[in-house]
Structure formats: C-alpha cells, structure tokens
C-alpha cells in the first residue's frame, strides 16, 4: 500500500514541478486510467503538457513504470523504474550514477576476499 502512496505522491510532484510556465498552468489530463485489482494495480496519467506516468505491480508489491516530461529548457526526460525486493531502481540519463571504484580499492576488496582474516579466541 505504500507503493501507492509513493507513486501517487511522486507523480503529484512531478505535476506540481512540471508547471514553470503560464501555459503549464492550463494543461488539462488527455488520459487517466486506474485500475485496482486483488492480484495487482495499473495506472497511467498523460496531460496536454507532455507528462506521462504508467506503473503497474502484483501482489506481491512488485512494481515497474516509467515517467517522462519536458523539462524548461525543452529537453525530454524520461525515467523508467522497479521497485521490488531489491528495492527501488531508476533507469534514465537524469539518475545520477556512482563514480567507478578505484583499482586499488578493487585489489584490495579482491585481496581480503581470498586472505580472510582468522578469528581470534580469547580465554
């Protein structure tokens, strides 16, 4: 049920950002679809502004969608999505990603994997 929340808040914020603009404030919904079901959910919601969101999930709280718009300076975003039992992962070009690993840091994670270190007993 929080994954409910979560999308429903999100896609309230991305409406709420997406209107910068005197013309934004007049976008109307072209597309709206809910449909709620024992065995899982999907949505969709696509305005005259260029927003568009859809997810979908089970039972099991598993869910992926994707939304998108244009942003002030006109270029397209678009950010697709799981969230599952490995928890929430963006895919697009706006997700930030992490700096790479250092070498030496990877030889050392390789290093203390093969050498582990033994316990010590205290008596």
Known sequence: MY???LIA?????VGAAAI????????EVTNLKSDVRADGFETALDTSNHIHQAASGDEHGNIHGDFEWVSPEGE???VT?????HGYQ?????VPTP???????????????AHPQKEEIHH
């Not at 999505?81 to 039992?85: G, R, T």
């Not at 990877?106 to 203390?112: D, F, H, R, T, V």
Request: charged share 25%; glycine share 2%.
């Open 99 to 113: 700096h790479p690993i250092p070498e030496a840091i990877l030889k050392s994670i390789a290093y203390n994997a």
């Open 9 to 13: 808040a999100f896609v309230a914020y």
């Open 90 to 94: 963006p895919v697009g070009d706006v």
């Open 3 to 5: 994954k409910f929340i």
């Open 81 to 85: 999505y799981v969230a599952d039992e």
């Open 76 to 78: 397209h975003i678009k």
């Open 20 to 27: 910068s603009s005197d013309d934004d404030v007049h976008a």
